[in-house]
Structures are given as C-alpha cells and as structure tokens.
C-alpha cells in the first residue's frame, strides 16, 4: 500500500511540475521515488516494520469485512519487485523530450494499476486494477503521435484490450451469479462447498473460464497473444519494455492469486493451462527464431516467458512457490529490461530504417563500447538461461518445481528453452565480430543502471540465498 | 586458507585480471598470469596427491554457502576433493598449464590475446567447478560454464561466419544434451530430494527408488553425457567445433571438456551399477560411435578435422568401457588419451602454424625435414593413439579390448575393427603430412620452418608423458599387481570392478591380436601413402590406377578386401549417414523449426478483425474444452 | 414452448426492443444511426433494470451512457465527418465466419444452463437498489475502489489530452477543420 | 411488482444478457469502422451490466454487490471511451480512416 501510495503522489507531483517544465530530472526524481517506494516495501515484506496498520483502516472499509486489498508478505514482495523493476526501467529510459513528464507520469498511473492488481482480492478490485494498468497504456502505445506503426499499435491494444475486458467480465458477472460474491476467498468457500455436494455449478466453471481467459490475454498466452507483437512493435521502445514486464509479471501474479485460492481444483484447470502453456512456450520460441528485427523477436520471446510463468501455476502451489514466482519475476524484469535498453539505445544510433532494425544494429558494439557490451552479454545469459546468472536460478526453480506437477510440460518447456538459445545467441555474432571493428568512435561511457542491474544479476546468480533468506524464515 | 579455494580461485582470477584490464597489460605480462595461475593450482594439487596416498579414505571438503534452501531441497555451493576429482584436476591443471605455455607462443600475435587467456582461464575455472564439486548443482555450474567458454572459443574468430555459426551449434547441441541432464537431475531431486552425490548414494542404497526409476534417471544423465562428450547422435558438433584456434580444441575438444560425460557417469557409477539396461546401452552407442567416427575420420583431408573425428572414436572407446563397467579402464584411457591426443592437436598446430595456416594435408607432405621436433612428437603421438606396444594407448586401448572380450564377443570383434580403422587413418594423417613430397603451390617450401621454442616444449613434454603414460596402470600379466590408477581408484568405486576372469594365455592372444591389428594398419598405410605416395584426391576413387604399379599381391588383396568396402562404407557414412540422418536429426531440426516459425506469418498477417476471430475461437474452444468433455 | 407460455408481458416487449436495436446498432451501415439505436438500446436496458428494482442504476445508466458516452460518440462522428454509409460491405466468407463465431459463442455459453444454480441470500430485494443502501455500501466496503478509480480518471483523462494536444509544430488539426 | 416476476425465472435474463453480448460480439467481428466496434464492446459490457443487475435482484444481495460492480464498469466505461475516442480520432487524423482493415502494416 505504500508504493502505492508513492507511486500515485509521485505521478501527482510529475503531472503538475511537468506544468513548469523543468522536465530533466524528472527522470532521477522519479527513479529515486519509485526506489524509495518499492524499498519500503521490500523491507515490509521482509517482516522487519509493518506499515499494514496504518492503512489497516482503509483497506479493510467500515464493515470489518476482509480487505480488497490485501498485501501479505508475498504480494508485498511482488509489488516491491515491480516497483523496483518499473523504477530501472524508467531510469533506463532515454532523456525526456518535451512530451516526457506526461508520459511519466502515464507510466506511474499504470504502475499503481500494476500494484493493485498485486494486492487485490476481490474482482472488483483486479478489474479495476486491470483498467487502471491498461488504460494509459493504449495511450502511451500511440504516443508517438505522428509515427503510423505506433498509432496502429495503439489502436489494436485498444480494441483487443477493451474486447477481452469485456470477456472478462462476462466471467465475473458468472461467478457472481453463481456465488454471490466477489471476494476470491469467500467464492472458494462457496466452490469447495457446492463441490462437498458433487456439483460443480456450470455457472461457476463458466465464470472462472471467462476470467482466466481475461487475464491470460494479460499476459499474452496462446491463444490471446496476437495483439503483442504488434503492438510491442509499433509502440515506443521504452513502452513496449514497460509492456513487455510490468504487464506480464502483474498479468501473472493476479492470476496466480486468483487461481491459487481454487488449487483443489488444480486438476480441472490444469487440463486447459497445461496445453495453454506448451503453445504458448513453442509457439513463442519458434516464431521468435525466424523474425527479423530485434524488437519482434524480443516481443516473442516475452510470449514465450508467459507460458514459462504460467508452469508455476501448474504445479501444486505453496509458499516456497511464491519465492519461485518472485525470482522469476525478478530475472526477467532485470534481464529484459536490459535487452529492451540496449535495443532502443543502438536501434536509435544505427542508420537502417525504422521498419528493419535487425540484428545488424548491435554490429560492433563491442569495439563502441566494450564495458555496455559486456552488460548486454549477461544480460543475454541471464534471460537464455545460463548459470551464474539469476536467469538460471529462476529456470531451474521453475523446472524443478513444474516437474512434479507435469513432466510432460517440462520436458517442452526444456525443449523450448534450448530453441531460445537460438535466437538468444544470435546478436554475439554481431558485437563481437572483428568484421565491423571500428576503433574511431570508441566510448567508454556506460550507464551506472544498467552496471548495477547486471551486477545484480551476476551477484544473485552466484548467491541466490541473499534472496531467501529474509523470506522463508 | 583451503586450498581448494585457492586452486579454484586461481584461475577466476587470472580470468577477472585479463578480462578486465588485459587489454591494458603488456602481452608477457598478461600470458605468464594466464599461465601462473594454472601452474600454482597444479603444483598445489600435486602437493595434495601425498596425503591421498598416506590415508586411503582422505577427503577434504568446502563449503563456501548455502545456494538455496527452498522446498526441504537444500543446495549448497561445496566443493570436495575425493580421489576421483583430484585425478581429474591433476589432468585439467597439468595438460592446461602446458597448453596455456603453448598458446602463449601460438597466440602471441593475435589481437586477442588478453582476450584468449582469459576465456581459457575461465574454461580451466569451470572445469575444475566441474570435477570438484561435490554435488550436481556445482557441476551442472561447471557443465554450462565449460560450454559457454566452449562456445566463445570456438567463436572465437568471429570474422568468418560459418565460424559463429559452428559455435552455436555446438552451444545448442550441448544445450539438447543439458536437457537430458537437468531432466535427470529433477528426477533425482523428486527421488531422494538432495543433488549431492554422496546423499544420492545413500538414498540409493536404503533403496528409496525402483529399478525403473533408476533406469530413467540413469538414462537421462547419459543423454547429458551424450552431448558433451560428442556420441551419437550428438557428435557433429564436435567436427565442427574445429573452427576456434588449436589450443582450444588441444584443451577442450580434445583432453579435458569432452570428456566430461565419462566423469560424470564413473562420478555416478552406482546409478549405472544398478541400471543393467542403460549400461548396455551405453556400450552399444559408445561402439557405433567409435566405428562410426573412425570410418568417417578415414576420408577426411583437414587435418583438425581427421584429429576431431579421431576423438570422438575414442571417446567412443571409453563409454565402451564404461558400459561394460569397467570404470577404472576408462579413466585410464581418458587419462592416456588427454596425454597424446593434446599432443596430437598440439603438433597439428604447430604443423599448421609451419605452413601459414593450411590444414588441408593434401597441401602438406615432406615436413618432416623441415620441423623435425614436430615430427618426432607428432609421430610418438600416432604410434600412442595406434597403439604401438607399451606407449600409453596399447595398454589403455588393450585393458578396453580385454574387457569388452569379457563382456561381449560379438563387440571385440567390432572394436577390433575399430582400432585397426583409428591405425589406418592416423597413420594416413601421418604419412600423408610429413612424408612424401611437399604439394602446396602457393606457399614456398623454403618458408615452413620449425615452431618456437614455446611450442615444441610442451611438445616435447606431452611426447614423454605419451611414451611413459601406460606406466599409470600396468596391466597385471606384467607387474602381478594392479595397477597405479586401479589401486587410486578403488576406495572410491563403490563397486567392486569384476576381476579379470580369463587367463593369462588368453590375455597374450588378445594383445598378439592388438599387436597384429597395429602392424597391419601401419603396413597397408605405409604401402599405400609412403611406397606409392599416394595422395587423396576429391574423387578417391580414380586413385585405383596408383596401385596397379604395385608388386605387392598384399595391396589388392588390401584393395578388394579392406579399401573398396571401407571407403563405400566411409562415403556411406560420411555423405548419407551424417548429412542427410544424424544432421537433420540434430541440427536440421532448426530447419524445421525455421519453417515452422514461418507459417506464423500467416496467422500473425497484420489484421486486426482475424485476431479477434482467433480469440473468440479460442474462446470457445477452452469452455468447449470444461463444458462438453 | 414453455419457455414463452407464462412469461410476463412487459420483460417479452422490452427484451424485443433491445434485442432489435442491438441488432440494428451492429447491421447499420451509417455510424450515426447506429449511436441512434444504441441508445435506444440503453433506454431499454434502463427499463429493464427499473424492472429489477435497480432504480438508481437505471437513471445512472442514462445520465452516463445515454446522455454522455453516446454524445461523445456522436460528437465525434460529426468531427470525424463519418455520418455517412461509408463502411465497405465485407465479403460473405466473412459474415458467415463471425455469425459462426458468435453464434457459437452464443450456443457454448447458453447451453451450459440447462441446470444454471444461483446463490441466494434472501436480503429485502426492493431496498436494495435505492440509493440509501447504495451509497452505504459504497462508502463502506466499496470505499478503497472508490478512491481509486480517481487515478483511472485522471489517467484517462491526462492520456486524452496527450493525445488530442495539438502538437507545436503540427498543422494536423488546421487540416482536419480545412477538410 | 414482485407479482410480475413470479413466473419470471433468472435464466430468461441469462439468456436475454448473452443474446446481447453475442450481438456486440457478432459487431465487433463483423464491423470495420472503430468507432462502431468501440461502439459494439459498449454493447457488450451493457449485457454484463444488466446480468448483474439481474443477479442481485434474484439472489437477494443486501450488500447489492453486483450494482456496485455495474458502477464501476460504467466508470471504466467512460474512461475507456475517452481514451478510444481519443486515439481515433488521433489515428484519423494522421490516416483519414476509421477503418480497422487497413492498419495490417505490424505483422510478422
């Protein structure tokens, strides 16, 4: 709650001073707010303070019903991590131009839609979550007003996006009719009681499909994963970053909240997620490897990360799990987001056309700039999944943990793995090939972000117990 | 301070220090780092050997920290110094450090030269994480980083495409195999819920698994083994991996990285104990392979090549071995072979490197005048890896010969064929590169020189280890004890290794077998490239008229018998069996998938109103799916 | 038939009328007339929930989507210049796919309730609509979504100006007015 | 009025509800325009609106639950057609169509 709170005074406070255009360091203000933010909940989620009691009241509403937002230790590590994630990726970000405090101040609004959701309980509040996420995002998807790839981008997430809005409605307004209520826990007991029974109201299993399939278009899994290639590509690259992470990883984590109160009936879910999940992984790795421009490729394989995430829901769920989950979360965040940077930084130096940017943007990066290069490399380990990195850490854990609850799908998802490292590996040939060895413009500048990020992802590799340990005592 | 954590800290460092401000450093500077460190570990875990042989059960042990504890599962970050892993570092840190002196002459004038020491040093840091960790975890740490390096070596000259595509196909390649090994270890981990070995063991032995599991389990770690150790089906990597420069392939594609799958499976000898079935499958694929490799190693011209395919026969040789349980023996040949087949590449290098980079033997011939060190070392080599009576490969090869004769009659025959084919092509290799007449046009006789000093001494040094190297574990019918290695060895073979059950008399029969097969590929070879000064030719084929001038009744019956059914046999193999099976099945699956990920296209077309018809099908599949079925 | 034997008279009219406005809404080739019936439509949905006792939603429903969505729509297909039967027919192949589609949707959706179980809670059904006990819940347990919904507000609402500015440089909109 | 609804049974209003949302369904596969398609999800939440309205009515919510979620779709709704209309009237301007089929240049 109180990122929340941080991330919605801090987009107040960018929109107004955006009115006095002191617009440079937006960027820093914005990053060391988020930073403070997601900290604070970091070391809340550790069990070190508690701040739950000031918004207990709030939360919790007058009629000492159970909150809508509930933020336990795990869902307050999940905001912590996706608000740490948002804060690199904003701080990532290339300087402001004139439009850039209210584009700022669009991604923090989605970011506090991203938290919600986390935190949420009750439909009501993941609907709202959904729309308060998703809303700016049409905009800033277009907000590259005068380029038509980002005006089509920004039409199609809307539209797709409003239309599985509306189906997921549909299955709420189901559960509803079925349970008479919307809290996640109180349609469980209803559930397990009319299951005591032998029944398993049609109504319910209607409503639950409906919603699942709201939330799968979230995070983009076969088959509503049609809209985010094309609109990861139109839309500006530091958007589709923001796309490509904040959404999946809250798309998901309300998904596993939600499906996590119904997981007696892991075998009923199970016989759509599973097949769900291998598509989504295959579908994701192969088309990853034949397309052309980086951007489309990275758009594919963030669909195949979304049949990754959906493993974890598969198995049997407990709180070792929602580690697992968090690890995840954190190792694609810090890895893509690297790779969305390193994409948008040298895709705006190369000299191609904006419709063919190509692995050919990244020729010689390693004789510009030998220290980015080598940040980019772990960065590529990571995400590939190489160990040493927490790329690794998190493959293995889901692996691990997806193995008892469906061998048959881990062994797809190994497979898909290795095909990643296909296309993964593609861009080494161009940094490090001595065919575009240009020693005149060499830099040695480097973002100290994106140093710090790789770091993070090396130390964590190495010691991932840094992690846990706080968390499962 | 432990001295495991020095000896595999060493090599991080010197790795970190020429990685990150080599390029800055003096070229000596940079490559006596590279080397020292390497050296130190070695000399440290020599000095380790001597409280093995006063106490038999010594262990020693490190923990740095708790990797993970999630689930009841706890993995550490440990390392252990056991018989097995310190044999194994003794190889990796001896044959390294001569290979790192090696290529500080070889590479000293390549741009990348900080760049070459630091990646090797980072290989040696991963194979030693490898062999000295002391649970799966550790080596599976150890079994990508070796891979990566692998990669990034093989790459290393990244100018000319095909050379980054070779390295990322024995990346993938080694990834399918990594599939079968994270897959096991998942098993191993829902089994007896630990990845440490000796947790294995003992979970094994309370008998918390059923044979089947076991069989699987056991399965999956030799699909792992498959791969990096280069068997079939997942050996053509290996060939082209020849793309990176020769001390690479000296260190990883021929001594240390490629064996790791023997490690790995004689570290796991309990499992394989127990899975009768896997370790017959074992035998069988580590036969085909060794033929397989060899036949097709029988026409190859580049001379990397003919060494690569060389290894991959011989790697097939030691899971033979270790399919017939016979563990010790294949750590023997393992060993053996680091020795001369480093040599080997390493002359192969300095051939290469004599004459300005060609390695196409049909442009070599005569050298052996011009680098007479190289041809001596080169020569010790072959005679080792043929199996010339007591160098290290008779008795290495010989001890394998002897137990597959137990084992299976019907596969002695076969690995006799084997070795009589390893005789024939190396022996061609060697006629056809130092005797003979000189035929390269475009680069001058009077140019081939001698290498330097920096690279005939390690030359020389892997020539003598090749020489007395069988002196490692003589066989019995000579010393009537067991060997060296064997007696190492046995406080850590869980299992009793089977005494040899036949006599002495059929052992003399077997080596006057082996003894015979040498002789005559070495005769048939020497008729054949010496005598008639035979050169392969594009087309062999046309090349029968060169044998009509021969007097010798031996070389038609050579003819009829061997060349004209090895040579169909080695096209078979070579044109059909690898291009147009084991490639596809490997290689050309990205072909497929490349098609695959084309008809994409057709969904992903761009409208917008065939998304939303998708989805909604989609939709109503999925509650098709809860509602009706 | 007995489905239609017993049914009350005015739930069978209004039905009818909504029914055939959304149609016309979906088949009308002149965007205008669509907005036209789509309000008519919602007319009808207001009299369907006067009928449930929802008696504030109804006139919510038409403050809000009859009066100031479906203006905003209007306004802008009069911007827009759309009041007329612009649309291109799209070819057979493609009705029948999306009326199969639909229809599907439809049946799969339908035919799951045949035996269709709600949860009953027996409250006082006539109150329950007013708007006393709304606001009561709204205020209470509906509280933290309330204020929330503030932030999609003014997110909507700073990403509409983003986008509908006139950009400094930019003679789009003189054009847009030319036209 | 509760004598109307005597032999007035929740299913007919289930029925009348996905009848209306396969109708905005059937628009938004079958239209082109985006204005109309915008106006089709309109229609389709509609049909979410009254089924829950009916919902609360026939399950006797005191807490009127599904009201309240029918307040807040409509809020989105508004929200969301702000922000459509928007980015129409955005994208007409820059290629003076509405029309969904011609904006296929994204694809693989």
């Not at chain 1, 990053?31 to 970091?42: D, I, P």
């Not at chain 1, 919307?182 to 209803?190: E, H």
């Not at chain 2, 399918?176 to 440490?196: E, P, V, W, Y």
Request: charged share 10%.
């Amino acid at each position: 709650m109180i990122a929340l709170l941080v991330t919605f005074l801090t987009a107040v406070f960018i929109l107004f001073a955006g009115i006095q255009k002191q617009e440079s360091q937006f960027k820093n203000i914005t990053f060391l707010l988020l930073l403070f933010g997601g900290s604070l909940a970091l070391i809340e989620s550790q069990g070190i303070i508690n701040l739950e009691p000031f918004f207990g009241k709030i939360l919790e509403g007058y009629m000492g019903k159970e909150p809508m937002l509930e933020f336990g230790l795990f869902r307050l590590m999940a905001v912590a991590i996706i608000t740490l994630i948002a804060a690199f990726i904003i701080a990532l970000m290339p300087a402001t131009n004139r439009k850039g405090s209210d584009i700022l101040a669009l991604m923090l609004f989605s970011l506090c839609g991203a938290q919600m959701m986390i935190g949420s309980n009750h439909l009501v509040m993941l609907f709202l979550g959904i729309e308060i996420l998703s809303i700016p995002l049409y905009v800033l998807s277009g907000s590259d007003k005068e380029n038509l790839f980002s005006n089509e981008s920004a039409i199609k997430y809307f539209i797709m996006g409003s239309f599985s809005t509306a189906i997921l409605l549909l299955g709420s307004a189901f559960i509803y009719g079925g349970t008479g209520t919307f809290y996640f826990s109180d349609i469980n007991v209803k559930l397990s009681f009319a299951a005591h029974f032998g029944e398993f109201p049609i109504l319910i299993k209607l409503g639950l499909v409906l919603t699942l399939v709201g939330l799968l278009f979230k995070i983009s899994a076969v088959p509503f994963h049609f809209w985010s290639p094309d609109v990861y590509e139109g839309a500006p690259n530091r958007v589709a970053s923001f796309m490509a992470i904040i959404v999946k990883i809250a798309g998901f984590i309300a998904l596993a909240q939600f499906i996590q109160n119904f997981s007696w009936m892991q075998g009923w879910y199970n016989q759509f997620l599973i097949p769900i999940s291998m598509i989504t992984i295959l579908l994701g790795n192969i088309a990853a490897l034949v397309q052309k421009t980086v951007k489309r490729t990275l758009a594919y394989s963030s669909i195949s990360h979304a049949g990754y995430l959906l493993m974890f829901v598969i198995a049997p769920f407990g709180t070792a799990n929602m580690w697992i989950i968090g690890t995840y979360a954190l190792a694609y965040g810090l890895g893509t987001s690297l790779l969305f940077y390193f994409m948008d930084k040298y895709s705006l130096e190369s000299q191609t056309s904006e419709t063919s940017k190509g692995f050919d943007i990244f020729n010689g990066m390693f004789y510009k700039n030998k220290r980015e290069s080598i940040i980019f490399t772990v960065a590529i380990l990571s995400v590939a999944g190489i160990p040493s990195t927490i790329g690794f850490v998190a493959k293995f854990h889901l692996f691990r943990h997806s193995f008892e609850g469906s061998t048959l799908l881990t062994i797809v998802a190994l497979i898909g793995s290795a095909i990643s490292i296909a296309y993964y590996f593609k861009p080494f040939k161009n940094i490090y090939s001595s065919e575009f060895s240009v020693e005149s413009t060499t830099s040695n500048s480097i973002n100290w972000i994106a140093l710090f990020m790789s770091i993070v992802i090396i130390a964590l590799g190495f010691a991932p117990m840094f992690l846990t340990h706080g968390l499962l005592q | 301070m432990n001295s495991i954590a020095l000896i595999l800290g060493l090599p991080l460092i010197g790795f970190i220090i020429n990685g990150v401000i080599g390029k800055q450093l003096p070229k000596i500077v940079s490559g006596l780092l590279g080397i020292s460190t390497i050296l130190i570990a070695f000399i440290l875990t020599a000095s380790k050997l001597s409280q093995f042989v006063s106490n038999e059960s010594f262990s020693e042990s490190l923990k740095l920290f708790t990797f993970l504890n999630v689930d009841n599962l706890v993995l550490e970050a440990s390392f252990k110094f056991d018989r097995l892993s310190i044999w194994m570092t003794m190889i990796i840190t001896g044959i390294g450090t001569l290979i790192h002196v090696y290529s500080m002459a070889y590479m000293w004038n390549d741009e990348g030269f900080h760049k070459f020491f630091s990646y090797l040093n980072f290989f040696v840091f991963n194979m030693l994480m490898l062999v000295l960790g002391s649970n799966f975890l550790m080596l599976f740490f150890g079994w990508e980083g070796v891979g990566l390096c692998s990669y990034l070596l093989i790459g290393f000259w990244y100018s000319r495409p095909e050379y980054g595509k070779a390295a990322r196909k024995a990346f993938i390649m080694n990834r399918i195999g990594d599939l079968g090994l994270l897959l096991g270890m998942f098993l191993l981990i829902h089994q007896f819920g630990t990845l440490d070995y000796d947790g294995v063991i003992e979970g094994i032995s309370q008998g918390k698994t059923s044979a089947g599991m076991l069989t699987a389990i056991s399965m999956l770690l030799f699909v792992g083994a498959m791969g990096k150790s280069a068997q079939i089906p997942l050996y053509t990597w290996l060939p082209d991996a020849m793309a990176g420069p020769t001390p690479v392939s000296a260190l990883i594609h021929a001594a240390t990285m490629v064996t790791a799958g023997i490690y790995l499976i004689v570290r796991t000898q309990v499992l394989f104990e127990m899975a009768p079935f896997t370790s017959e499958f074992i035998f069988w694929i580590g036969l085909s392979t060794s033929i397989l490799a060899a036949l097709i190693g029988l026409k190859q011209n580049d001379i990397k090549k003919v060494l690569a395919y060389s290894t991959v026969s011989q790697l097939g040789f030691m899971f033979v071995a270790l399919g017939c349980g016979a563990y010790t023996t294949a750590m023997f040949h393992l060993t053996t072979h680091a020795f001369f087949k480093a040599l080997l590449f390493l002359g192969a290098g300095s051939v290469i490197h004599g004459v300005h980079h060609e390695q196409d033997i049909r442009l070599m011939g005569g050298l052996k005048s011009k680098m007479p060190i190289t041809y001596i070392t080169f020569l010790i080599g072959t005679l080792a890896i043929t199996g010339f009576p007591f160098l290290s490969g008779f008795f290495s090869k010989d001890e394998i010969l002897t137990h597959v004769f137990e084992h299976n009659k019907i596969g002695y025959g076969l690995m006799v064929f084997s070795a009589l084919l390893t005789g024939i092509y190396m022996f061609r290799m060697f006629f056809v590169t130092f005797h003979g007449s000189y035929r390269n046009t475009h680069f001058s006789f009077d140019k081939v020189h001698e290498s330097p000093m920096g690279m005939t001494l390690p030359l020389i040094v892997l020539a003598v280890l090749s020489l007395i190297g069988g002196a490692l574990n003589l066989p019995e019918y000579l010393t009537h004890q067991s060997g060296i290695l064997a007696n190492w060895l046995k406080p850590i073979l869980t299992i009793e290794e089977t005494k040899h059950a036949i006599s002495h008399s059929t052992e003399y029969i077997l080596i006057g077998v082996a003894i015979l097969v040498f002789v005559t590929a070495l005769l048939f070879t020497r008729s054949k490239y010496v005598s008639n000064h035979h050169v392969p030719k594009d087309e062999e084929s046309t090349g029968v008229q060169g044998y009509m001038e021969n007097k010798f009744y031996v070389d038609e019956l050579y003819n009829t018998i061997f060349v004209k059914p090895l040579e169909g046999l080695s096209d078979i193999l070579g044109n059909f069996f690898e291009s147009k099976v084991i490639s596809p099945l490997s290689f050309g699956i990205n072909s497929v998938l490349t098609k695959v990920g084309k008809l994409n296209r057709y969904i992903q077309d761009g409208n917008i109103e065939k998304y939303l018809l998708y989805m909604v099908i989609g939709v109503v599949i999925l509650i098709g799916i809860n509602l009706f079925i | 038939m007995s489905l239609f034997q017993n049914l009350p008279i005015a739930f069978l009219i209004l039905s009818f009328i909504t029914i055939l406005c959304a149609l016309y809404v979906v088949t009308s080739k002149n965007p205008v007339h669509s907005v036209l019936a789509l309000i008519l439509t919602f007319f009808s949905i207001s009299a369907h929930y006067v009928l449930l006792n929802a008696q504030f939603l109804a006139i919510v429903n038409l403050m809000v989507y009859a009066g100031a969505i479906m203006v905003l729509f209007l306004f802008v297909l009069m911007l827009l210049n759309l009041n007329k039967e612009s649309e291109p027919i799209k070819s057979n192949l493609w009705a029948i796919a999306a009326s199969i589609s639909a229809g599907l949707m439809l049946v799969v959706i339908t035919a799951s309730f045949q035996k269709a179980g709600i949860a009953i809670m027996k409250g006082n059904t006539e109150e329950i609509g007013l708007v006393k006990n709304l606001g009561r819940v709204l205020m209470t347990e509906y509280l933290v979504p309330f204020e929330l919904s503030g932030i999609l507000f003014i997110a909507a609402m700073v990403g509409a100006v983003l986008l509908g500015k006139k950009e400094k440089n930019s003679e789009e909109l003189v054009n847009l007015n030319n036209s | 009025m509760l004598s109307i609804f005597q032999n007035l049974d929740i299913s007919h209003y289930i029925y009348l509800s996905c009848v209306l949302f396969s109708i905005g369904l059937f628009g938004v596969l079958f239209r082109r325009n985006a204005i109309v398609l915008l106006m089709c999800i309109e229609l389709m939440l509609n049909a979410v609106n009254l089924l829950l309205a009916a919902f609360t009515e026939y399950m006797g919510d005191p807490n009127a639950n599904g009201q309240m979620f029918v307040f807040f779709i409509m809020v989105v709704a508004a929200a969301e057609a702000a922000v459509g209309l928007a980015i129409i009237v955005m994208v007409y301007r820059n290629t003076r169509k509405t029309d969904v089929s011609f904006l296929d240049s994204l694809k693989d």
